[in-house]
């Protein structure tokens, strides 16, 4: 368990670094200056998020709980560890018309990511259901 705990860290510091680069690279090629601290604090941001959503995939792991438990607990955690790290940040203004608007946004790119997850494993499921009714 341990060793799944360090593989998800670093994998989420891996995916933080890419959005820091993808970041960093927009900026570059808009010629928008900025302060090595603010870079530092939003890729530490992004790290953090990264860490999160890495550790937080253990939940769908878990044995106990339906699929939409699971997800809604979930959703509830990614949305309050992402307005705590968004806010203070600055990636989203402290009123409460951007928060809301924040929320929205979010939730969509959510709902849109578990869709294609869940796409994905039930296209897995039919897979491997036609490979065992094959062999048997």
């Known amino acids: 368990m341990i060793r799944k705990i360090v593989e998800r860290c670093i994998a989420g510091i891996a995916f933080g670094g ?4 993808i970041a960093l690279t927009i900026m570059k090629f808009g010629h928008i200056e900025g302060y090595a ?3 530092w604090n939003h890729m530490l941001a992004s790290f953090g998020l990264g860490i ?3 550790l937080a995939s253990l939940i769908f792991e878990m ?3 339906s699929p939409l438990k699971k997800t809604a607990i979930h959703y509830c955690l990614s949305i309050v560890i992402w307005l705590i790290i968004a ?7 402290f009123n409460l018309l951007s928060v809301i608007v924040g929320i ?3 939730t969509i790119i959510y709902s849109i990511y578990w869709t294609g997850f869940y796409l994905y494993f039930k296209k897995v499921e039919t897979t491997m259901n036609e490979h065992l009714q094959k062999r048997y």
Do not use: D, N
């Not at 890419?18 to 680069?21: G, L």
């Open 87 to 93: 806010l203070p940040v600055g990636w989203l203004p």
């Open 52 to 54: 999160y959503f890495g």
């Open 37 to 39: 601290s603010e870079i």
């Open 63 to 65: 044995e106990k709980g």
């Open 104 to 106: 929205l946004i979010f």
């Open 18 to 21: 890419i959005a820091t680069f």
